[in-house]
């Protein structure tokens, strides 16, 4: 959960503050939603102390599982290494 935060808070930009025109300064992250994973960023302008919030979206990188990876099989490799002799086969 924390590497989802600290991505979502790479991808934010702080807001400006609608009444003073400057930048406002984040103060709290709560997630919204697990799937998608969905991070509500609050933000405060430091003058005026009003608030503000975005979300922003994390997507996961996709895993794997191992036996679902495209590699060549070792008889494939075995073949192409040895053409005259017969496939290799565990016993």
């Given amino acids: 959960m924390v590497d989802r935060l ?15 025109h400057i930048e406002m300064k984040w103060y709290r992250s709560s997630l919204e939603a697990s799937e998608p994973t969905i991070i509500a ?3 405060a302008c430091p003058n005026c102390n009003r608030t503000s919030d975005t979300k922003s979206v994390v997507t996961d990188p996709a895993v794997v599982p191992p036996r679902k990876l495209s590699a060549p099989q070792i008889r494939q490799v075995l073949a192409a290494l040895n ?9």
């Fill in 6 to 20: 600290k991505l979502s808070l790479e991808q934010v930009v702080s807001p400006m503050c609608a009444h003073c």
């Fill in 41 to 43: 960023h609050f933000f």
């Fill in 83 to 91: 053409p005259g002799r017969p496939p290799y086969s565990p016993g």
